[in-house]
């Protein structure tokens, strides 16, 4: 089985402009996370979807970044007039429903680098 | 809300001896799990341990740690360190506030030495 892909994996914009990562959670998974990795803050909630209605975006910066989840098998994280601070590994995780203790499964992330 | 703490930023030991990650949490409704995360190098996050029992000693890979609701910590422990055990190691929880998401501490550091 195919673990969660995240695309790019690596990805160097300017000051100010747009970045958009990809995930693909893994097939029949019906939750889907974005956590935010640093040295400094560790792993950070972002938001996440339940059968790809946004459930909690309370992690989110709100002025440039924004999240979707258009069909089951993808989802996107774009960060706008991107800033250096906004430099980290942004991790994708996905999840099953249902009874469970509810294990995350995370892709190998995406390393966003603001110059 | 829910909180992790990992209060050791980076452990080292020496391969062969025993080693002790710290985890405590604070929590203000119930808790449904927890967890201990290993990244390995330019790897993604991955499940070692997981628990939801209280007094319940739950082990894997030679790791092993035990949910202590009394005292709110899930240590995570070795009795001999292995250099492959080199690695980033998190503490999460899930809490009944938290929906499915998992709260994780600041992540320690585990380098071990010959």
């Known amino acids: 089985n195919a673990g969660v892909i995240q695309t790019p994996r690596h990805k160097v914009t300017g000051k100010g402009q747009e970045a958009t990562l990809w995930c693909e959670p893994i097939?029949?998974?019906?939750?889907v996370f974005w956590y935010r990795q640093t040295i400094v803050q560790g792993l950070e909630f972002l938001t996440y979807f339940r059968n790809q209605a946004p459930i909690d975006d309370s992690g989110m910066p709100k002025e440039r970044f924004s999240a979707q989840m258009p069909n089951q098998s993808h989802s996107t994280l774009k960060i706008q007039s991107t800033q250096p601070q906004d430099s980290a590994v942004y991790l994708c995780?996905?999840?099953?429903?249902?009874?469970?203790?509810?294990?995350?499964?995370f892709g190998e992330g995406s390393k966003l680098t603001v110059l | 809300g829910d909180s992790v703490t990992q209060t050791e930023g980076l452990v080292t030991v020496t391969e062969g001896l025993p080693v002790k990650l710290n985890c405590t949490y604070q929590?203000?409704?119930?808790?449904?799990?927890f967890f201990w995360y290993v990244q390995y190098l330019n790897e993604a996050p991955q499940v070692l341990l997981k628990?939801?029992?209280?007094?319940k000693r739950t082990e894997h890979q030679g790791f092993h740690a035990t949910l202590h609701k009394s005292s709110s910590s899930f240590h995570l422990q070795k009795s001999s360190a292995q250099l492959s055990d080199s690695a980033l190691y998190y503490c999460a929880l899930r809490g009944t506030s938290s929906g499915q998401k998992l709260v994780f501490g600041q992540g320690t550091i585990l380098k071990v030495y010959l």
């Open positions: 628990s939801s029992t209280d007094n």
């Open positions: 995780a996905s999840s099953s429903q249902g009874r469970g203790t509810g294990q995350l499964y």
């Open positions: 097939s029949g998974h019906s939750a």
């Open positions: 929590t203000t409704y119930l808790t449904i799990a």
